[in-house]
């Protein structure tokens, strides 16, 4: 994450509605300043989510999501994006798909936030 606290204080709360519970959360920041940390520390009450953040900035995807991969501890990895919410019934979806068809990849359907501008 960068510079979206407020997106991402909603892609959170997507993942902590996931009908499927058993689930760890890491959130890593691309070097982020305080309001994303400010953003997080209500979210951290709930064990399931870490935060982490960078101490420079990579501007772009790769190095944040090695990061989150190389402090994963599951058989399983799912992306969330600041700016992307999950339908309640993703996770449990993916995992089913996943384990049923034996695939290593699964795709689903996602919601992307934006800010509307008044025109």
């Given at each position: 994450?960068?510079?979206?606290?407020?997106?991402?204080?909603?892609?959170?709360?997507?993942?902590?509605?996931?009908?499927?519970?058993?689930?760890?959360?890491?959130?890593?920041?691309?070097?982020?300043?305080?309001?994303?940390?400010?953003?997080?520390?209500?979210l951290l009450r709930d064990p399931?989510?870490?935060?982490?953040?960078?101490?420079?900035?990579?501007?772009?995807?790769?190095?944040?999501?090695?990061a989150a991969m190389a402090l994963?501890?599951?058989?399983?990895?799912?992306?969330?994006?600041?700016?992307?919410?999950?339908?309640?019934?993703?996770?449990?979806?993916?995992?089913?798909?996943?384990?049923?068809?034996?695939?290593?990849?699964?795709?689903?359907?996602?919601?992307?936030?934006?800010?509307?501008?008044?025109?």
């Open positions: 994450t960068y510079g979206r606290p407020d997106s991402l204080a909603c892609a959170v709360r997507s993942a902590q509605l996931q009908n499927f519970g058993d689930w760890r959360l890491l959130v890593i920041g691309d070097s982020c300043g305080q309001e994303t940390a400010d953003a997080m520390a209500p399931r989510i870490r935060y982490v953040n960078l101490p420079f900035r990579c501007g772009e995807q790769a190095l944040p999501n090695s994963a501890q599951s058989e399983f990895i799912a992306f969330l994006n600041h700016d992307d919410l999950w339908l309640p019934d993703h996770l449990e979806t993916a995992l089913r798909v996943l384990r049923d068809s034996r695939a290593h990849l699964f795709l689903g359907r996602s919601a992307s936030t934006h800010r509307a501008r008044a025109y």
